[in-house]
């Protein structure tokens, strides 16, 4: 129930600067339209990946064997790995951990294999502005040079339970 009637006639014909602001919109609508294909193709910002189906235990038992193979140390109870230069390496992730640790060499070239276990995870790699969703089931193979030295986490950015907010990974750069 309104507090007061409304008028007779309670909306009022366009006038002429709506017509132009929704005549800009439905423009910028339309470009942007246009542009999403030539930016998926031309753009270059799209990570280069390759995706096979594998099962979470598949995975499991190749990541296993990675680390068993590069294991150079461990912190807090997760492996780290250091493969040689232009080969496949192996991330893992899994309520609530990225395994392993992966130490690289600036400036060579790496093939990225990254599951899940479980459910979905986001894989966020800060600080660098690097967002990939994990999807159990996938093998998601990502081509990666690191550039730049130094220590980079990996976050969780899909929500994935109680301890979400501790899925926190690492690689290392040297």
Known sequence: MSISVPERIWWKPVDKSEKIWVGLALTWC???FIMMPLWHLKGGQ????????VTPV??????QAFIEKYKVGEEKGTAIV???AGSDIYLNSMMWRWDPILKLEKGKTYRLHISSMDLQH???????NMNFQVLPGYDYVLTITPTTSG???????????????MMVGKIIVS
């Open 58 to 63: 598949q995975f499991q038992k190749a990541t």
């Open 82 to 84: 250091a493969p040689p």
């Open 151 to 165: 220590e980079f986490y990996i976050q969780c950015n899909e929500f994935c339970g109680i301890g979400h907010h």
């Open 122 to 128: 986001g894989f966020s790699l800060y600080p660098q």
């Open 46 to 53: 799209n990570a280069p990946s390759e995706t096979y189906r």
């Open 30 to 32: 339309i470009v942007m």
